[in-house]
């Protein structure tokens, strides 16, 4: 139990801090040896209740405001994404997902199509092929990036998949300068999607909000308008989050280019 105890004070120390911190800085503040720390972080990163940068900072996760909601008997998509989906879905027409940052994957939490909640699309992530794949990556730490390119396969799931690690590399710098990503018929030959990430505090993405529809109804000045659409709605999804952080962590720790 003592242990126990330490890791809650860890994580609550570094929700009242409400900046990133180093490993250095959290065990000073706790007076933990680095390497406890550093074990508890790890554990925490595993279930999405920290998050760290390309600078190694330590901030809390999205798995903490899930807890805090949770605490609160609140399960259901949150209300404010729900509403911003049916926004740009009743420009668009398109079917709209949101996506959870996970450990090693996207967890898809709630699809609409104009004013109706539909079923999520499930299964695994094409991460160099999927528009939420390189969106994601695009505000991930490269390290992760890197870890891909090098450990994973990259399958040719249609004649237009990107395999080449280079230019699969390519497609992700494209996405964050842009601030959206397209699949153009790379994972089904019937289908585009374009996607946004979701950026929390520290600049790193914890979500994505995709937009799909049939090939031939997402010509380039729809993609445009579509791109503004989601980039506005993730940037409010993500302002959400940053507001969150000044109140519901410590309740849980108490209890523009077209083209893919």
């Known amino acids: 139990m003592q242990s126990l105890s330490r890791a809650l004070g860890l994580l609550d120390s570094l929700a009242r801090q409400g900046q990133p911190s180093t490993l250095a800085e959290l065990a000073e503040r706790t007076g933990l040896h680095k390497s406890t720390v550093h074990r508890m ?8 209740l920290v998050r760290h940068d390309d600078a190694h900072r330590y ?14 008997c609140d399960v259901d998509p ?11 879905s009743a420009r668009s027409g398109a079917v709209v997902t949101y996506f959870r940052g996970r450990p090693e ?9 104009a004013r109706d909640v539909v079923a999520v699309r499930e299964g695994p992530v094409h991460w160099h092929a999927s528009a939420i794949g390189k969106a994601f990556l695009s505000m991930r730490p490269k390290a992760e990036l890197d870890r891909l390119l090098v450990h994973a396969s990259l399958p040719a799931l249609t004649a237009r998949t990107l395999t080449d690690p280079f230019r699969v590399r390519q497609a992700v710098t494209r996405a964050r300068m842009r601030g959206y990503a ?9 289908r585009r999607a374009i996607a946004a990430p979701v950026v929390a505090q520290g600049g790193m993405a914890v979500g994505v909000i995709e937009a799909v529809l049939p090939a031939g109804q997402l010509g380039p000045d729809r993609l445009r308008t579509l791109a503004v659409a989601l980039i506005g709605c993730a940037e409010e999804l993500a302002s959400t989050f940053v507001d969150r952080r000044n109140t519901a962590p410590l309740v849980a720790l108490s209890a523009p280019g077209v083209g893919a």
């Open 78 to 88: 949150d209300p404010a994404i729900t509403r911003a989906l049916e926004a740009v």
């Open 59 to 72: 901030t809390i996760g999205v798995g903490a405001f899930e807890l805090a909601r949770a605490a609160n």
């Open 105 to 113: 994957h996207l967890e898809p939490v709630v699809a609409v199509r």
């Open 41 to 48: 972080l790890a554990a925490f990163l595993e279930h999405d």
């Open 182 to 190: 397209v699949e153009d018929r790379e994972v089904t030959a019937d």
